[in-house]
């Protein structure tokens, strides 16, 4: 049912069309309109009950974008046959365009979708998929496709700051996500895993410097990504390479980019997962979309399988070909 209703609005001094200003980039229509005389037709709101067709047919589904340098687009259909065997082939999947590197997927049920924000980061052609929560209530100018859950580890931790801190050091790193508690670091002795969301607008963080009052000392520890898509190495952000950067950084004395190949965690044998696989979870990041738990499964959705084995000392980086990188994190 629809109803038409009056609106008001303020409007500048003058005959009618005149003295408008032009709609400044940044200015919202809000904010034009604010400030604008209405025409009678602009003045009417049309007002729509659409909750009871909201809650009779419920849609689960993800908005996604890949991020790709502004010249190489992929076509629905590839992303598609991409997403479809990385995801598990969900009945019921439905993939829509949403524009260029941008798609909805619609999923059969909440679960579906759950698992599938578990598994991120997925790929597409070693490109990072960025996803979001999706409502059909939500305006497209709202999606963001600024985080990215990922797996991230900290190397040669001290055990106490591995058992009693890791959530804090986690935090640190990006939006806190859970902590790995079967990565026991008593068992492992290497890193502490937390699942953190990530800025994708911001540098891959290489280090952090952690001041320890029981240590006497503040040390330096290297980060380190599972699954971790294309990056630049000149600047360290995803989705575009060294070679189109556009805002490239310096070389060291020995000629090599800020950002190096061994920021990729090498593979591992996939853990047994369990009750305790997730570890403690926090609903910060989750929350914010309103997504329900994590399951407790894992999996690699790489769509090529990430099959580079980089060095992973925590040691000086590798000096890389070329004083360049290996092509944008390839």
Known sequence: MAEEKETHAGGTDGAEGKGKEPLREEETIEELVGRMKLTAAESKKLFIDDREKAQVNPVWALAGKVLAPGNKIFHIQTIAEVMRP????????????????????????????????????????????????????????????????????????????????????????????????????????????????????????????????????????????????????SCGILGHSDLVCPTPGEKDELGRLPYWPSLRAPEERRRKTGPNAWGKFSGDYRARDGAADFDNRNGNTSSQGTKNHWNDSTQAPPTQVGGRGLGGGG
């Open 86 to 233: 990385a995801w598990g082939n969900p009945r019921g999947l439905v993939f829509r365009d949403g524009g260029p590197n941008m798609f909805v997927a619609e999923l059969p049920s909440e679960r579906e979708r759950d698992r599938i924000w578990e598994r991120s980061p997925s790929t597409v052609n070693k490109h990072a998929v960025v996803l979001e929560n999706f409502k059909r209530s939500q305006r497209p100018s709202k999606l963001r496709f600024d985080r990215l859950p990922i797996w991230v580890r900290v190397m040669n931790l001290p055990f106490n700051l591995h058992d009693d801190w890791g959530e804090t050091i986690a935090r640190s790193l990006g939006e806190f996500i859970s902590i790995d508690s079967s990565n026991n670091m008593l068992m492992s002795g290497k890193f502490l895993r937390a699942r953190v969301a990530i800025d994708v607008n911001e540098p891959l963080q290489r280090w952090i410097a952690i001041d320890s009052t029981l240590r006497e000392a503040c040390d330096w520890y290297d980060i380190k990504y599972e699954n971790l898509p294309y990056f630049c190495f």
